[in-house]
């Protein structure tokens, strides 16, 4: 690698050449964590069918994303040989043995687990046989009502060749008879998305909606008879995001060709494993796809949709519901007023969203010494009460600036629809960079003061601007009103919204320019001061861990003996604990309640923390391809309490996995057989968090 941002060399010969973990393998290790919580008989029991639910839709995105992009790359001749030396087709065939083997396990544990546990508290999710003749009465005149009029089957034969079959789409193959002409011929009938995926036949018991439709095939084809029928279900490519290292123009110019030629291709067929050789093998030809990429399942496909069965009203199988605390900002202090006075560090959800930052939006609309906001809307919801906020800022007279990403990962048609509805208020909405992703969450008022000068109130997080995902995000924010952040953060936004080509910031990093610069330089500081005697530690919470400059500038601060803690969610391509290399690194994951999705940089300093929370995970799409921001975190007690909180969750006595140089993770709470701390709830029942008995 030809990057040095710092000013150490970077001595790559002295470092091995099978230093990093493959990222593919090691974003379904992070699945299979996800998985383990499903079969974790300690948590509760709707809890554990939502995480079987979240591990079902994190394998799609990752089929439709990850080995779309491989698969695409191999077949346009792009694909080149990954970070951890794996060839291309080493890679497919290595994951697609592991996507093998969780699969199996997640069905293993629906149908051995959880369905046994769940019929023990009254809750049944049955196959259409196992249904009360009541229950199928009730659901036959359903399937009257609301289910056929919706349903098209689509026979093959000479005159109607094989169907189009959507990404995602569960389908029924039919083989039918015509007792006339004793011929046979296959039907494809789509299960409609737009009704539940588990009908509930009598409170509380549920059959998947396909078993429905199997059992009135005969009402579909009237006068044939139905020899067999099998659920299927295929995964398209849907990568609308080019993947690292790849020439952007060359990329996009060979994936219009293929798509208009296959529609993007298949890249998973699921199946029942009671599907016949001869459907099974019709299938492979009509999708042009081969052995490997077919997915046999015992038990009912898309098991996402358990979700909505998670969201049953049973309380008693579920966390205990909790108020996240109002004290950040007290309800009867004014906004602006708490913000001059100190910085305020955010850790959702444990702090309330809705009165910190959802109120700081709301309350510059409607405060009439405000003259601008300026906000980096990445994701939010639908009905928005950040959104509608802006809106009436605007037809306030107010001067709002949205910076708007239209390509968030499949949110691309809900940041249209309310762009829209921004500009029509008035608001001027920017689409940030032509090749650039802005992934900064910035919000920023200007407001007039009673002594006409102006002042700047600024937030900057590591979450988006989401009002329902803070209830189940863990992220942090700051506000403030520092003169120096609001110089930065103006500078930066006019970055975003003109030709500014600022690229040094007092006291952000950001990316694309300075952000992986800024902290392999500082994690360089450590070195030096390791090797001078002083205080020297590195500590990282993220998402994910790929990016080889950082991994190597850690690996070369583990060689001069300084601690490097990881505390990542995700994908981890560091290979922790190999003598020579990162003796004093170690990894460790969180999973639980929330989604573990802030970031956070700490570096020891010599003594005097230097912390930073922004939005960058350490990828090659986050620092080179993205516009991201961190913020140094002054306030002494708040840095004391980052480093408190990552001393928490790299203790050995936390509930939490622990990665080895092989990329194996390991479950403390399994190698201990002891009771440990659950960081979440800890921190839920702590300082100023509390626990309620009763649903908010």
């Known amino acids: 690698m030809s990057v040095n941002p710092g000013h150490f060399p970077l001595d790559e010969e002295s470092l091995p050449d099978d230093r990093f973990l493959d990222r593919e393998e090691s974003w379904l290790r992070f699945n299979q964590r996800v998985l383990e919580l499903a079969e974790d008989q300690e948590l509760p029991l709707l809890e554990r069918l939502r995480f079987l639910s979240i591990f079902a839709s994190n394998l799609d995105e990752f089929f439709m994303v990850r080995v779309a992009g491989l698969t695409r790359r191999m077949a346009t001749g792009l694909a080149v040989q990954s970070a951890s030396g794996r060839q291309p087709r080493e890679v497919l065939e290595r994951t697609g ?45 359903l399937f009257r009502d609301r289910i056929y009029p919706v349903l098209t089957p689509l026979v093959v034969d000479s005159a109607h060749p094989f169907p189009y079959i959507s990404g995602l789409s569960l389908n029924l193959a039919v083989i039918v008879r015509d007792p006339e002409t004793d011929a046979t011929m296959f039907a494809r009938v789509k299960v409609p998305p737009v009704l539940p995926r588990f009908i509930e036949a009598s409170p509380d018991r549920f059959t998947p909606l396909e078993d429905v439709i199997a059992a009135h095939l005969g009402q579909l084809f009237v006068g044939m008879e139905v020899v067999e029928h099998h659920a299927f279900r295929v995964t398209r490519n849907q990568d609308l995001e080019i993947d690292d290292d790849i020439s952007e123009g060359l990329l996009q110019a060979l994936e219009r060709e293929l798509l208009r030629r296959r529609f993007g291709p298949v890249v998973r067929l699921e199946v029942e494993d009671s599907i016949s050789d001869a459907v099974l093998e019709l299938l492979i030809e009509e999708l ?42 007290p309800e009867d202090a004014g906004i602006f007023a708490a913000i001059r006075e100190r910085d305020i560090l955010l850790h959702h959800p444990y702090d309330s969203f809705t009165t910190t930052v959802q109120r700081f939006i709301e309350d510059a609309a409607v405060d009439p010494r405000v003259l601008a906001i300026k906000q980096t809307l990445y994701r939010t919801s639908g009905d928005s009460p950040v959104v509608n906020s802006l809106i009436n800022a605007a037809e306030a007279g107010k001067q709002v600036v949205v910076v708007v990403e ?8 809900a940041n249209i629809a309310w762009a829209r509805e921004l500009e029509k208020a008035g608001c001027h909405v920017v689409y940030g960079f032509v090749g650039l992703k802005t992934h900064c969450k910035l919000a920023m008022v200007v407001r007039q003061e009673r ?22 995000y863990e992220d942090f924010g700051i506000l403030t009103a520092e003169p120096e952040i609001g110089e930065d953060v103006s500078v930066l936004f006019n970055h975003l919204t003109g030709y500014s080509r600022q690229n040094s910031y007092r006291r952000l990093l950001v990316a694309p320019h300075s952000l992986r610069s800024g902290l392999v330089l500082r994690v360089e500081r450590e070195i030096e001061n390791r090797l001078a005697g002083r205080p020297a530690r590195v500590r990282v919470k993220c998402n994910s861990l790929v990016d080889e400059v950082v991994i190597d500038a850690l690996y070369r601060a583990s060689q001069a ?35 573990e999705h802030s970031r956070v940089f700490a570096f020891e300093n010599g003594g005097e923390p230097e912390v930073w929370v922004g939005s960058a995970d350490l990828m090659h799409r986050n620092l080179d391809r993205r516009v991201e921001a961190l913020v140094r975190v002054a306030e002494r007690t708040q840095r004391t309490d980052l480093v408190r909180l990552f001393d928490r969750a790299m203790d050995d006595g936390t509930q ?36 309620v008995d009763a649903t908010p």
């Open 406 to 413: 239209l390509k968030a990962r499949f949110d691309e048609r």
């Open 288 to 329: 042009t796809i081969d052995e490997g990429q077919v997915y046999k399942v015992d038990g009912p496909l898309d098991l996402a949709g358990l979700a909505a069965i998670a969201d049953l009203d049973r309380p008693e199988l579920k966390y205990p519901p909790f108020v996240p605390s109002k004290e950040a900002i």
């Open 97 to 141: 043995a592991v996507a093998h083997e969780l699969m199996l396990r997640h069905a293993a544990c629906f149908r051995d687990d959880l369905c046994p546990a769940l019929s023990e508290k009254g809750i049944e999710i049955l196959r259409w046989a196992d249904l009360a003749e009541t229950e199928q009465e009730r659901l036959r005149r």
């Open 561 to 595: 003996g300084v601690p490097v803690d990881i505390w990542v969610r995700g994908i981890c391509a560091l290979r922790p604990g190999v003598p020579g290399l990162s003796e004093t690194i170690r990894v460790r994951s969180v999973l639980g309640r929330f989604l």
């Open 656 to 691: 939490a996995w622990w990665l080895d140089g092989d990329g194996t993770w390991t479950r403390r709470a399994e190698m201990t057989g002891e009771p440990l701390l659950d960081i979440q709830s800890h921190l839920v029942k702590s300082r100023r968090w509390r626990t």
């Open 451 to 472: 002594d006409g000068t102006l002042r700047r109130y600024c937030h900057i997080g590591t979450g988006n601007y989401h009002p329902k995902t803070a209830r189940l």
